[in-house]
């Protein structure tokens, strides 16, 4: 969908979205994540965007190591990924298509990422306010009860469409 086609199928942040719709959702999912940059310089992709938890997936490179030697991912790269993750979460859960921007995120890191495994993102907006969002998210290497890292982040809403 182009940029035009939107802005004719939804003209303001208060025409109804039925962002419940599984399709709809992966539309939105798909044309936020590919809208970053840096989402496709780094190789962030959507997996899924059907339910409330949003999963992104970062295929693992050997440039995102920090320590080579021992072959641990470098933080800063799985912060960047839990952000882009948790502000498509967020996105989502409001009801238009209103700009975000991230206030403010903290992360906690439980154990080292591997070297030769992918870093799964699974991102929920938990409670939405008229002026804030916020949501957490598990960062892992495809066992979910072994999280890497847990984000918690706040989102403020700036009121503008992201269609203006």
């Known amino acids: 969908m182009t940029a035009r086609h939107a802005r004719d199928t939804v003209s303001s942040m208060t025409d109804i979205i039925d962002k419940a719709d599984p399709a709809v959702r992966a539309g939105i999912a798909r044309r936020f994540a590919e809208a970053i940059p840096h989402n496709a310089a780094i190789g962030l992709v959507l997996e899924d965007a059907a339910t409330d938890t949003v999963r992104m997936r970062l295929g ?18 799985a912060f960047t990924a839990a952000d882009s993750a948790c502000g498509l ?52 290497q495809d066992d979910p009860a072994r999280c890497v890292a847990r984000a918690t982040a706040t989102f403020t809403r700036t009121g503008k469409s992201v269609l203006a």
Request: aromatic share 8%; net charge negative.
């Open 60 to 77: 693992y490179q050997q440039a995102f190591l920090g320590n080579v030697e021992a072959g641990l991912w470098h933080t800063g790269i």
């Open 89 to 140: 979460a967020v996105f989502l859960a409001l009801p238009g298509l209103e700009a975000i921007a991230t206030l403010d995120l903290r992360m906690d890191h439980l154990r080292p990422a591997l070297a030769g495994a992918d870093l799964v993102i699974e991102a929920t907006c938990h409670h939405v306010t008229e002026r804030m969002a916020f949501v957490n998210a598990d960062l892992h």
